[in-house]
C-alpha cells in the first residue's frame, strides 16, 4: 500500500509540473529587398512544457498561417510548404537550463533540439523570456530566424529578391498548469 501511495505522490507531483498552452500564437516576417511579407498563426499552435523532464513540445498547422494577400497565401501553401504533403511544423527539445517556475518574475530560457519543417530534421536552439504571474500563468514571448534554404524550401530565380535568405518567427503564449 506504502508503494501505490508513493508512487501516486510522483505521477500527481510530475503531472502538476506540465504546463500547456492553447493560445499559442506565432508569426513570421520576411524583410526582402522588393517586398515584405508578414503571416499569423492564432489557431493552429499547440505546445507544452513539462518540468519534471525538461522537455519542451511545439506542434504548428502550417496552413493556419494567415497573410494579407490571399496570393501569398496560396503560393505559400502550394509552392513553398506544400501544406498537403507536410501540414506540420514541430519543436521538439530540451530546456537548457531549469528555472524557478513558481516564482513570480521573468527569466531567460532556452531550449535545444529538433525542429522540423517542410519534412526537414534539424537541431535548433529557440530562445526566449518566461514570465511566471502570481495566478502561475507563465507567458512565453520570444523570436528566432530559420533560413528557408536549410529547410529544403525552394524559392524560385526570379523570386529570390521578395523572400529574404532569413526570416524572423516570433511567438506568445500563456502556459497553464495542466
Known sequence: MRQVSIL????????????????LIISFYSDA??????????????SWVDFATDSVYVRVKVRNFSFPNKLMEEHFNESYLETDRYPYAFFRG??????????????AVSARGIMEIH????????????????????????????????????????????IATEVEVSFRGIYRRQ
Request: proline content about 6%.
Open 8 to 23: 501516486l505522490f510522483f505521477t500527481l507531483y510530475a503531472w502538476g509540473q506540465r504546463y500547456v498552452t492553447d493560445t
Open 33 to 46: 529587398p522588393l517586398e515584405k511579407i508578414a503571416a499569423e498563426n492564432r489557431t493552429g499552435c499547440t
Open 94 to 107: 530540451k530546456l537548457v537550463a531549469p528555472f524557478p517556475y513558481t516564482q513570480e518574475g521573468t527569466y
Open 119 to 162: 519534412g526537414v530534421q534539424r537541431e535548433e536552439i529557440v530562445s526566449g523570456l518566461y514570465e511566471v504571474r502570481k495566478d502561475q500563468q507563465l507567458v512565453l514571448t520570444g523570436r528566432f530566424f530559420v533560413r528557408p534554404a536549410d529547410y529544403k524550401i525552394k524559392v524560385p530565380r526570379m523570386l529570390w529578391e521578395k
